[in-house]
């Protein structure tokens, strides 16, 4: 006589994968168990029992760690969007029925994208859907955001990318010019055509090297054979503007952050620096809640001017 135990553990098969996915994500049974509030050893049994279903090693097991093997990996890209839609059943549900009403909604940012690139599609989807919960999760750096994308954090990221990993997509909405900004009365507010070489000799403040917009004023200067002098190392656009104001140093930004209104001057470098683009990342294979489709749909017409001609591989 054949036994039962098939049978049980096809009528758990979503809780093994929930948990499966949660370790594949996480790196960690210990850590999957918290996402999934079992015991440690309830979720290696259901790993266990999905691993002698398939008849396959789902995981390669080194210490606290865990890593997936190939037959993991096919695993995961089949079962993770399974698991997500099953979680938010009931919101697709309400949703499909014109009801989008309710649910969370959690987006990745930086600062620079929260204060200029999202407010106007974040305030048109507030307005239509107040019951909505909004969570902005403000990150510093692409790898952040990514890491909140891949550890389920956050439904989507918004922002730039230099390059794009195989497990992500980019989707460009809306494109900047950089801009060299100098206060009111500087040496190079006077020259006709600026050149990286006129730039060269006074100090720049820059976000920190572990920002793409240092990395990006590092590859030019290198790309023309010439050094630049960082004068003062600052976060975010605002204090960047506030000390260029204040006459203590030059700087290269994008004019996403400029609104027009600032005591400074301004001038383009579109012929040595990229176009910067700002748009959707997603984890390649996500779910997408009800909540996150709208308001995706909403940036991308808020932006829709915008995207003709944007590049599919942007720079930052």
Same mark, same amino acid.
């Given at each position: 006589? &054949?036994?039962? &135990?098939?049978?049980?553990?096809?009528q758990?098969r979503?809780k093994?994968?929930?948990a499966?996915?949660h370790a594949?994500?996480?790196g960690?049974i210990?850590e999957?168990a918290?996402?999934?509030?079992?015991?440690?050893?309830? #979720?290696?049994? *259901?790993i *266990?029992?999905?691993?002698r279903e398939?008849?396959?090693?789902l995981?390669?097991?080194?210490g606290?760690?865990?890593?997936l093997t190939p037959e993991?990996? =096919?695993?995961?890209?089949l079962?993770?969007?399974l698991v997500e839609?099953m979680?938010? %059943?009931?919101e697709t549900f309400?949703? *499909?029925?014109?009801?989008l009403?309710?649910?969370?909604?959690?987006?990745? &940012?930086?600062?620079?994208?929260i204060?200029y690139? %999202?407010p106007?599609?974040l305030?048109?989807f507030?307005e239509q859907?107040?019951?909505i919960?909004v969570?902005?999760?403000?990150?510093?750096?692409?790898?952040?955001?990514?890491s909140?994308?891949?550890?389920?954090?956050? /439904?989507?990221?918004?922002g730039?990318m %230099?390059?794009?990993p195989?497990?992500?997509?980019y989707?460009p909405?809306v494109?900047y010019?950089?801009e060299?900004i100098?206060?009111?009365?500087h040496p190079l507010?006077? =020259?006709?055509?600026?050149t990286?070489k006129? =730039?060269?000799?006074?100090?720049?403040i820059l976000?920190?090297p572990s920002?793409?917009?240092?990395?990006?004023?590092?590859?030019?200067?290198?790309q023309?054979e010439l050094?630049?002098?960082?004068?003062?190392e600052?976060?975010g656009?605002? #204090?960047?503007?506030?000390y260029v104001? %204040?006459?203590?140093? =030059?700087?290269?930004?994008?004019? #996403?952050?400029?609104?027009g209104?600032?005591?400074l001057?301004k001038i383009p470098?579109?012929?040595y620096?990229p176009k910067?683009?700002y748009g959707? #990342?997603?984890?390649?294979?996500k779910?997408?809640s009800p909540?996150a489709?709208?308001f995706?749909?909403?940036?991308?017409?808020?932006?829709?001017? /915008?995207?003709?001609g944007?590049?599919?591989?942007p720079?930052?």
């Amino acid at each position: 006589m &054949a036994s039962p &135990a098939p049978i049980y553990y096809k009528q758990n098969r979503l809780k093994q994968l929930r948990a499966f996915c949660h370790a594949a994500r996480t790196g960690s049974i210990s850590e999957a168990a918290d996402k999934v509030f079992l015991s440690q050893p309830t #979720v290696s049994l *259901q790993i *266990q029992a999905l691993e002698r279903e398939l008849e396959t090693v789902l995981f390669e097991r080194r210490g606290p760690k865990i890593r997936l093997t190939p037959e993991g990996k =096919i695993l995961f890209k089949l079962a993770q969007p399974l698991v997500e839609g099953m979680d938010k %059943l009931q919101e697709t549900f309400i949703a *499909q029925q014109g009801l989008l009403e309710s649910g969370d909604l959690n987006i990745a &940012a930086g600062e620079s994208t929260i204060l200029y690139v %999202l407010p106007e599609p974040l305030k048109q989807f507030m307005e239509q859907h107040p019951k909505i919960r909004v969570k902005l999760h403000n990150v510093t750096g692409g790898r952040d955001g990514l890491s909140r994308l891949r550890a389920d954090e956050a /439904d989507f990221a918004v922002g730039s990318m %230099l390059e794009v990993p195989d497990d992500i997509i980019y989707k460009p909405l809306v494109t900047y010019s950089p801009e060299l900004i100098v206060p009111i009365g500087h040496p190079l507010a006077e =020259i006709e055509t600026i050149t990286l070489k006129d =730039i060269a000799p006074y100090g720049l403040i820059l976000p920190p090297p572990s920002l793409t917009t240092w990395r990006m004023v590092d590859l030019v200067f290198r790309q023309h054979e010439l050094k630049f002098k960082t004068g003062l190392e600052a976060g975010g656009w605002e #204090v960047i503007k506030k000390y260029v104001e %204040l006459g203590m140093g =030059i700087s290269i930004v994008t004019d #996403v952050c400029l609104t027009g209104e600032e005591r400074l001057i301004k001038i383009p470098l579109n012929e040595y620096f990229p176009k910067r683009t700002y748009g959707i #990342v997603l984890r390649r294979g996500k779910y997408l809640s009800p909540q996150a489709k709208r308001f995706i749909d909403m940036m991308e017409a808020c932006y829709a001017d /915008d995207t003709e001609g944007s590049e599919s591989d942007p720079l930052i």
